[in-house]
């Protein structure tokens, strides 16, 4: 009687060794599923990742934009409370950008393989933006790509250290709730990547400083407008990215200049550092690349129309208010081991001594 095709097949992969399926699948002329160890998806440390990179020129690109990370990261562990340290930085095989992740329980921050190549792409449109000589780097070798990573990690990291898991598990997943987490992700990372050059800059005024960081976190941030398919008051999830970098913008301006991690007051100059960030932000949109064909149709900027609209707060209220009622929380847990503090009667224990509204 004559096999079939599909019995064939069926008896391979059911009784073949390796070496049979292979010689099968030439045999036959037929598609074999087997796994394919370069296009797997892998968490691994970031020495593995490299010393398993086949191209030089890109290990070694991928090598300095990460070069970066360990004196930043070792400068928030000194300047912010990490009780229970910082978080590993892994890189995930094959991954896109945005699935850059913090894997809260195993204490481990996932930046996606694609986010590096990325950050190539942000270093591109920034050159593109302001001419090669006046992409920013008066900090030695840091870069726009170094600074894409740098804020990834960092807001990653400040979800692990402010315990924003455990306030969710308290206030619930709504989105006003995940808004103010993120709000406060980002307000943590700008002001931690303010101090790191603040590290470097004794002497350099403080408005420098803070144009400086504003431009190398504007273009980390802004190439994600292109991407987003949301209306301005935000996904379930996250913020506006035009919201984030106004939020961006008001932190660095109110960032005082003592050294100090991130203390509640301001810098006696911040209205006046607001209004040139103001400019500064409004000059960065004018250059930013066109995304039409059309070099020469005006292209509106949505950042500065986001912050038209939003100028009675109409897309960023709710998100401030629930951030105003959980910062204390917040603040407390920050303060206490991750195993003091992770089930539901501690939980609801701090909530009600602090008298925080659920």
């Known amino acids: 009687m004559r096999?079939?095709?599909s019995q064939k097949m069926l008896y391979c992969l059911s009784n073949a060794t390796l070496l049979e399926l292979l010689l099968a699948r030439q045999y036959y002329g037929v598609f074999m599923w087997m796994p394919d160890p370069d296009n797997e998806r892998r968490s691994m440390p970031i020495s593995d990742f490299l010393d398993r990179m086949k191209d030089d020129d890109n290990r070694e690109q991928y090598q300095h934009i990460i070069s970066a990370l360990p004196p930043f990261l070792n400068e928030i562990k000194t300047n912010w409370l990490a009780i229970d340290g910082i978080p590993e930085i892994r890189i995930i095989t094959n991954a896109s950008a945005n699935e850059t992740e913090l894997r809260d329980i195993v204490n481990t921050v996932c930046l996606a393989e694609g986010l590096l190549e990325r950050s190539l792409g942000v270093q591109s449109i920034a050159e593109k933006s302001l001419g090669t000589y006046n992409v920013p780097r008066p900090l030695g070798p840091l870069s726009v790509a170094k600074a894409c990573i740098m804020w990834s990690c960092a807001h990653e990291i400040f979800h692990y250290l402010r315990r924003h898991a455990l306030i969710e598990k308290h206030f619930g997943s709504t989105p006003e709730t995940k808004h103010a987490l993120e709000f406060d992700?980002?307000?943590?990372?700008?002001a931690a990547f303010y101090r790191y050059l603040q590290r470097f800059s004794t002497k350099v005024p403080s408005i420098h400083l803070k144009k400086t960081a504003f431009r190398l976190l504007y273009f980390s941030l802004r190439i994600n407008?292109?991407?987003?398919?949301?209306?301005?008051?935000?996904?379930?999830?996250?913020?506006?990215?035009?919201?984030?970098?106004?939020?961006?913008l008001s932190k660095l301006a109110m960032m005082h200049n003592t050294g100090v991690a991130d203390q509640n007051f301001e810098d006696p100059f911040s209205h006046l550092h607001l209004a040139k960030l103001t400019r500064l932000l409004i000059d960065l949109e004018s250059h930013y690349?066109?995304?039409?064909?059309?070099k020469t149709a005006p292209r509106a900027s949505e950042v500065i129309a986001f912050a038209k609209n939003n100028s009675n707060l109409e897309y960023t209220r709710a998100r401030n208010s629930r951030w105003d009622e959980i910062q204390l929380l917040i603040n407390q847990f920050s303060m206490m081991p991750r195993e003091a503090i992770d089930n539901e009667a501690s939980i609801a224990f701090l909530g009600d001594v602090i008298s925080v509204p659920r």
């Open 185 to 190: 992700a980002d307000l943590c990372a700008a």
């Open 225 to 248: 407008l292109a991407e987003e398919n949301i209306k301005w008051a935000g996904s379930a999830t996250h913020p506006h990215t035009a919201a984030r970098l106004m939020d961006i």
């Open 3 to 5: 096999t079939s095709l």
């Open 289 to 294: 690349p066109k995304e039409t064909e059309n």
